[in-house]
Each structure stands twice: as structure tokens, then as C-alpha cells.
């Protein structure tokens, strides 16, 4: 575990060549690709969500494929589609910009509901269908989205359905006065993502992924998770919480998390730091919540300061 730890840790400093003061959401991010998940970026724009995916697919040497959304993109554009071939008299797949082992669907939200759709199928079962014939992903495959805040103009809410399916929803957010600063003078002769070199391989990260599934997480672990997400579907300032898939993400991401850290085990403090990115994006709130000013982040907090940690553990 100690090797992959530190693997993972060149790969963080890597990106965050390019990607300054945002070590904690590079790690999650890094952690979801380690725990086969997918994750939902959203924030004004301008803020880097899209250098750091680039910065993330060359520090492993990931094929990389954009999809750059709006209203007039289709499904096909998405999956690829099958073409007649006269001279062999048969039927060609042109595969899709979704076959890669990092796909930045930029500005998601700019998509049809219908085009939307399509990723569901890519997301979760890691194949898409065209013309009756399934077609299998690269593996790994990590899909990272970019969300515009939803009141800006030309954007559509993403189905509850397709939301469940990111594992991770996070936000960069402006930089503080200092980065900025040293983010512009770091750009005074190129981009840093220009000279970024990798770390590793994508043979490398699949070894990684399946050590996941060794890592320790001890029985009581398990219970304050499922207790976590249960909580949510109680409080009363939410109408629908979070789902059993909510539940395996937050228990499996926490031990991708454990080896970013160079832990073979999972502790309290796992969940604790990775909850409110996993779990906060799948409520649906009571319509009086909204109007009261009540956030779903707000309730991940209370459900956490509610449930009881576990104090002794086996390793």
C-alpha cells in the first residue's frame, strides 16, 4: 500500500502543478477514478474545471476525449454510430468520443434531457448499445461533468436519476487572493499543462483499483455509514434521501480514500471528510426547506453531528 500511496501522491502533486490550492478536491477526484466512480463538477465558469481533468489524463497517460454539450448535440454524438459500408456490404461501429479513460463532458447541463440520457448507460454499466449491439467501455473509465450554476441561461437540471450516478459532486470555487496571484505569475511564459509530464500508467491504476477491494474497513465502519445515508431519510427537511447506491459509493470510495492517504484501513474520519461530496447531491429536499433557506449541505452536517462514530475498531 505504501508504494501505491506514494504513486498517488506524485500524481496530486502533478496536477497541482496546474491546478493551485485545490489539493482537497484533486484527492477526491483522484479518489473516485480509484473507486470506478464518476464525479460532477459544478461552478461558474472560468475556474479551471477543465485544466485540471486535462492535467489529471496526462499525469497517467489516460486517452482523453472531450464532449462539449449544447442543445444541439445528439445522442449518437455521445454512443457513435453504425455505418454502411457499400464495398463490404456490412455495417461499421465509428465509435463515439465516450469510448476513453477520461471523458470531460463539458457543461453537461447545456445537453438535452434526451442526450443526457445517454451517458446513463456509459456511467453505469460501462458499455454503450447501438443498433441492438453492446459495446464495452475502456477500462478504467472515469467521466468527469461540468456543471454551470443552473440559473444561467440555455441550462437544463439534470435528471434525479442521471445525478445518482456521480459518485462525487464538488466545486472548485474562486481562488483566494494569493493564488491568483501566483496562478498568473505561473502563466507568464505558457501554461503549465503544456510542459506536464506523466507519473504513471494506466496499467498502474488498474493494479491500484483492484487493491481497493483489500483494504479493511471494520464491521462498525460499515454500520456508521449505513447509518449516515439511513439518517438522511428521516430528517425532516428532506423529502427523498440518499439511496442505496449512495451507501456502497460512500463505503467503497472510503477505501480508495485510505490508500490516497497510505492506509490499508478505513477509519471514521474517511466518511467523515467524504460524506457531504458523496451524499449532499442526491437529496431532494421538503419544498418548505427550500423556502427557508436550507441546504443539503446543512443536513449532511446535522446527520453527521446526529450520528455516533465509532470509537474502537479491529484491524
Known sequence: MTSSGQILEQIVDNVSKCILGKKNEIELIITAMLAEGHVLLEDVPGTGKTVLIKALSKSIQGQFNRIQCNPDLLPSDVTGVSIYHPKTESFVFKVGPVMANILLVDEINRATTKTQ???????????????????????????????????????????EAQL??????????????DTELRM????????????????????????????????????????????????????????????????????????????????????????????????????????ESLYNGISQGSIIQSVMDQVRAPVRMER
Open 184 to 287: 498568473v505569475q505561473s502563466q507568464k511564459k505558457g501554461h503549465p499543462l503544456d510542459e506536464l509530464q506523466p507519473v504513471t500508467d494506466m496499467d498502474t491504476i488498474l493494479q491500484i483499483q483492484k487493491q481497493v477491494y483489500d483494504v479493511h474497513i471494520d464491521e462498525a465502519v460499515v454500520e456508521y455509514g449505513v447509518q449516515i445515508t439511513r439518517a438522511t431519510r428521516t430528517h425532516p427537511s428532506v423529502r427523498l434521501g440518499a439511496s442505496p447506491r449512495a451507501t456502497l459509493s460512500l463505503i467503497h470510495a472510503s477505501k480508495a480514500f485510505a490508500i490516497l492517504q497510505g492506509r490499508s484501513y478505513v477509519i471514521p474520519d474517511d466518511l467523515k471528510q467524504l460524506a457531504p461530496s458523496v451524499l449532499a447531491h442526491r437529496l431532494i429536499l421538503q419544498p
Open 164 to 177: 445518482d450516478r456521480f459518485m462525487f459532486k464538488l466545486s472548485l470555487g474562486y481562488p483566494d487572493e
Open 117 to 159: 440520457s445517454a451517458l446513463l448507460e456509459a456511467m453505469e454499466e460501462r458499455q454503450v448499445s447501438v443498433d441492438g449491439e453492446c459495446h464495452p467501455l475502456p477500462n478504467p473509465f472515469l467521466m468527469l461533468a461540468t456543471q454551470n450554476s443552473v440559473d444561467f441561461e440555455g441550462t437544463y437540471m439534470l435528471p
